[in-house]
Nanobody
C-alpha cells in the first residue's frame, strides 16, 4: 500500500539539471490524492532534510537552500510526484527520498542518488 519508487538521479555537472520522479504504484488513488507528498535529502554524515513539499491541493513549500532552483509538482491521476532541479551545485549532492504522509503516517522510498561534480 505504501511503496514509493524514486528514479531520475545520477551524475550531473555543476549548473546542470535533473528531474526526479516518484511513483506510488501500490497506493490507490483515493489514498494518494489527499496525501502530502515531499522530497527529502540526506548527504553523507548529515541528517535527512526536507527539500520541498506539495499538498493535495497543490500548495508548495521549499527549503531556503533550494528556493528558486527546485520545483515540486504532482499528477494525482498518475500517482506521480516530481522534483525538477536546476542550477545544481556540489552541495546538492545527496540521496533524495520521496515521502508520502497521510494522517501522520509516513511512507518512504528507497532513495535515488544525486551527485553534482565536475
Amino acid at each position: 500500500q505504501g511503496r514509493l519508487v524514486e528514479s531520475g538521479g545520477g551524475l550531473v555537472q555543476p549548473g546542470g539539471s535533473l528531474r526526479l520522479s516518484c511513483a506510488a504504484p501500490t497506493t490507490i488513488t483515493s489514498v494518494f490524492n489527499p496525501s502530502m507528498m515531499a522530497w527529502y535529502r540526506q548527504a553523507p554524515g548529515k541528517e535527512r532534510d526536507l527539500v520541498a513539499s506539495i499538498s493535495s491541493s497543490g500548495s508548495t513549500q521549499y527549503a531556503e537552500f533550494v528556493k528558486g532552483r527546485f520545483t515540486i509538482s504532482r499528477v494525482n491521476s498518475r500517482k506521480m510526484t516530481y522534483l525538477q532541479m536546476n542550477d545544481l551545485a556540489p552541495e546538492d549532492t545527496a540521496v533524495y527520498y520521496c515521502n508520502r504522509n497521510l494522517g501522520g503516517r509516513d511512507f518512504w522510498g528507497q532513495g535515488t542518488q544525486v551527485t553534482v561534480s565536475s
